[in-house]
């Protein structure tokens, strides 16, 4: 069975500055994606990027970056220049491919922006 | 616009009364599932469905039903209540076609169970 792992609860950044939050995942599967989707206090699931894993290439979007290391199964997410509107709960997801019809999510972090 | 609706928001009943939480999506996706949602465990699949009358148990399905009776709706039903089903829920859709785009949600519903 697929596990995804986020070993920290929580983070703080300062405003402005460049926070990576850490995700590690398990499959035997060779292709796959993976997300993080932010929840705000509003609880609203909001997907942030997506990772397809037959692709070589960090995906981006905005200030928003992940580094997907494939042979080690590892997929952290940056976010730089930090806002007060970042502050919320992020999950990491994965999903196969074959018969994607489920996530599996990792425990959260809870990210603080310190102004 | 495009979205996936939970009714309700928030819901306290007693132990042992039923109750449905709804789900109903415009998208004409095929896939729909239940995710819980608890401090430190994340979210977790309760049931999902591939398409009409198509549905399977997930990671925690026990004290819950659904069914897939119509594309765009896909009810969770709490027959017996207990106080360990407390918490958040997620309705979740998304195209067979397009599962690399994720999931789209609902707003979640507040479950309190005393």
């Known amino acids: 069975a697929q596990t995804v792992t986020q070993s920290q609860p929580e983070m703080s950044v300062q405003e402005a500055e460049t926070v990576t939050l850490s995700c590690t995942y398990d499959t035997s599967e060779s292709d796959y994606y993976l997300f993080w989707y932010k929840q705000p206090p509003s609880r609203q699931m909001i997907l942030v990027i997506r990772q397809e894993a037959y692709k070589q290439q960090n995906a981006t979007e905005n200030r928003f970056s992940v580094n997907f290391q494939k042979a080690a199964k590892s997929f952290s997410l940056k976010i730089s220049d930090s806002q007060l509107g970042d502050a919320a709960m992020y999950f990491c997801a994965y999903s196969r491919i074959q018969g994607a019809q489920k996530l599996v999510f990792g425990q959260g972090t809870r990210l603080t922006i310190n102004p | ?114």
């Open chain 2, 1 to 114: 616009e495009a979205q996936v609706t939970q009714n309700p928001r928030y819901l306290i009943t007693v132990t042992g009364k039923k109750l449905t939480v709804t789900c109903s999506q415009n998208m004409n996706h095929e896939y729909m599932s239940w995710y819980r949602q608890d401090p430190g465990l994340g979210l977790r699949q309760i049931y999902y469905s591939m398409n009409v009358e198509v549905t399977d148990k997930g990671d925690v399905p026990e004290g819950y039903k659904v069914s897939r009776k119509e594309k765009r709706n896909f009810p969770l039903i709490l027959e017996s209540p207990s106080p360990n089903q407390t918490s958040l829920y997620f309705c979740a859709s998304s195209s067979r076609q397009e599962t690399n785009y994720g999931y789209t949600f609902g707003s979640g519903t507040r479950l309190t169970v005393v």
